[in-house]
């Protein structure tokens, strides 16, 4: 199986920052898209950004400028720096990995169990 442990969420005051990580482990062939999504009470789950193998990334419009996500390959892991946090992206965050087991494998989706992100006014 295949496991992603989430961590650096905590309680910040608006304008602060946080750095979230994502690390898989378990049976891993090679890892593709990347990504970190939220969930706020009371919301649907959304994304936030997402990052390719290579290194192409993708951001939600309310984060452009204030996040960045990256990844390390060798260690299968993504980041999200958020920097000039504000009250509305208080949320928990999950990361989320398109995972290839095997060679000529099929792709499947696992996700992180979230991090809570709380931003205070």
């Known amino acids: 199986q295949v496991q992603l442990v989430e961590s650096g969420g905590g309680l910040v005051q608006a304008g602060g920052s946080l750095r979230l990580s994502c690390a898989a482990s378990?049976?891993?062939?090679?890892?593709?898209?990347m990504g970190w999504y939220r969930q706020a009470p009371g919301k649907q789950r959304e994304l936030v950004a997402d990052?390719?193998?290579?290194?192409?990334?993708n951001y939600a419009d309310s984060v452009k400028g204030r996040f960045t996500i990256s990844r390390d390959n060798a260690k299968n892991t993504v980041y999200l720096q958020m920097n000039n946090l504000k009250p509305e992206d208080t949320a928990v965050y999950y990361c989320?990995?398109?995972?290839?087991?095997?060679?000529?494998?099929?792709?499947?989706?696992?996700w992180g169990q979230g991090t809570q992100v709380t931003v205070s006014s």
């Open positions: 378990g049976r891993i062939f090679s890892i593709n898209a």
């Open positions: 990052i390719t193998r290579g290194g192409n990334t």
């Open positions: 989320k990995a398109g995972v290839l087991r095997q060679a000529m494998g099929v792709l499947y989706d696992y």
